[in-house]
């Protein structure tokens, strides 16, 4: 399996851009977590979805953010516009299902916003 | 979910058995532990959980004391790749109820 994968990597965008980040969880898994992580504020969830559904997104820092799970394969979190103070490295992780503990990472993306 | 305290930072000799501590004094009964690792630069890794039994899996094994009021996880025998920051998390499982709260860590280094 390759894993939860994410695009891009790297992205660098100037201040009041849109910025789009990709994910692909591993097949089969019910559940999707995208995390975000700073020096100042550690990792903290955004948002997560079930079978699809957002869940919770008590996280989602504020309107700039918005999240999508249209199909069981692929997730974006958007940022419109984006901010420096977005500059992160956001995770996105998967999770088999109910009755599974563990959740998978994927590599993450390391945002600049400029 | 209840509060866990760990130490900032450890060190270990390669080779040797690193024993990485968590106190959650506040665990509640239907409260597990779990045991996430984070090597620099990569996303967070599971390593193993528990609820009451100690337990062992291929990573590492975790000890937790008869009051669960604290846990150990022991890496048998340390490597060079298993310098990482360990998070400890005590959280009730349940579906729709999916949050991780990762606090700061144990930033474990294993020394040559």
């Known amino acids: 399996d390759a894993g939860v994968i994410q695009s891009p990597r790297h992205e660098v965008t100037e201040m009041g851009q849109e910025v789009t980040l990709r994910c692909k969880p591993i097949s089969g898994h019910n559940s999707l977590f995208w995390y975000r992580q700073t020096m100042m504020r550690g990792l903290e969830l955004l948002i997560y979805f079930n079978n699809n559904v957002p869940i919770d997104d008590s996280g989602m820092p504020e309107d700039r953010f918005s999240a999508k799970m249209p199909n069981a394969s692929f997730s974006t979190l958007k940022i419109q516009p984006s901010e420096p103070r977005d500059s992160a490295v956001y995770f996105c992780?998967?999770?088999?299902?109910?009755?599974?503990?563990?959740?998978?990472f994927g590599p993450g993306t390391r945002l600049t916003v400029t | 979910d209840a509060k866990t305290t760990q130490p900032t930072s450890m060190d270990c000799a390669e080779g040797r058995a690193a024993n990485l501590p968590c106190n959650h004094s506040t665990i509640s009964g239907n409260e597990y532990v779990y045991w996430y690792r984070q090597i620099h630069s990569q996303g967070p890794q599971y390593i193993i959980h528990?609820?009451?039994n100690n337990e062992t899996n291929e990573m590492a094994s975790l000890i937790i004391t008869e009051d669960r009021k604290s846990s150990t996880l022991i890496l048998p025998h340390a490597t060079l790749r298993d310098t990482a920051v360990y998070y400890c998390i005590v959280r009730v499982v349940s579906f729709g109820n999916e949050k991780l709260t990762f606090g700061t860590g144990t930033r474990l280094t294993i020394i040559p």
């Open positions: 528990g609820l009451k």
């Open positions: 992780a998967s999770r088999e299902g109910e009755g599974t503990y563990e959740q998978y």
